[in-house]
């Protein structure tokens, strides 16, 4: 009884380590992970940035950020004029909430909902679906992706975002 308890005491152990290992967040890969800036949880890695544009974009830059060069920052403004500055993620970690929304979506062909923190609930950003078959705009046909709002992340590395914050709320 005692032996079986530790073979599957034993198989659960390495069952644990080799799915943390294939778990993309837990590999670093010298990049950063970004985090909640209420909370601090991890919520995406900046390999996972892409640079997905949308046509309805006020202002698109490129910024150093999270240890990567070039990072397009776009700010984009909803239908009650608020501004937010974000960058887009292939993958992050969203607790999405609410109905998804078709009207207004800043990325045509695709509907969203809003992404918030799977820790603390802070509002991080939305996340992004292609709503059909007719795949969108030139060649990134991405199914899912995610916008983060800049000022609700930061870097996991600190005094770096510090050091850059002041650049972004600039305006
Ligand atoms: C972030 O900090 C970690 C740990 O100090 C370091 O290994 C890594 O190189 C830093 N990344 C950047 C982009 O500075
Ligand atoms: C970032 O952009 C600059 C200026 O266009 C370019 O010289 C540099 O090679 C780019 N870096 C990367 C990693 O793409
Ligand atoms: C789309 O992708 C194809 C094949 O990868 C490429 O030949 C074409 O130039 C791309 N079109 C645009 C608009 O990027
Ligand atoms: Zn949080």
Not at 49 to 60: D, E, R, T, V, Y
Not at 69 to 93: H, S
Not at 131 to 157: Q, R, T, Y
Request: charged fraction near 15%; aromatic fraction near 12%; glycine fraction near 8%.
């Amino acid at each position: 009884m005692i032996y079986v308890l530790y073979l599957l005491l034993l198989y659960a152990s390495s069952y644990r380590y080799t799915n943390a290992e294939q778990n993309p967040y837990f590999q670093k890969n010298g990049q950063e992970l970004l985090l909640c800036r209420k909370c601090g949880a991890d919520v995406a890695d900046s390999n996972y940035l892409i640079s997905k544009h949308s046509p309805g974009a006020q202002k698109i830059e490129k910024q150093n950020l999270f240890g990567k060069q070039n990072i397009t920052v776009q700010t984009l403004i909803n239908p009650f004029g608020v501004k937010f500055d974000i960058v887009t993620a292939e993958k992050a970690r969203c607790k999405n909430i609410g109905p998804r929304q078709g009207a207004d979506s800043w990325f045509p062909g695709y509907t969203w909902n809003i992404c918030t923190c799977p820790h603390c609930g802070q509002h991080l950003g939305w996340s992004f679906e292609s709503s059909g078959a007719k795949a969108v705009d030139n060649n990134e046909s991405i199914h899912l992706f995610h916008g983060l709002i800049l000022s609700n992340i930061l870097g996991e590395n600190f005094t770096d975002s510090l050091i850059m914050m002041p650049k972004m709320y600039k305006m």
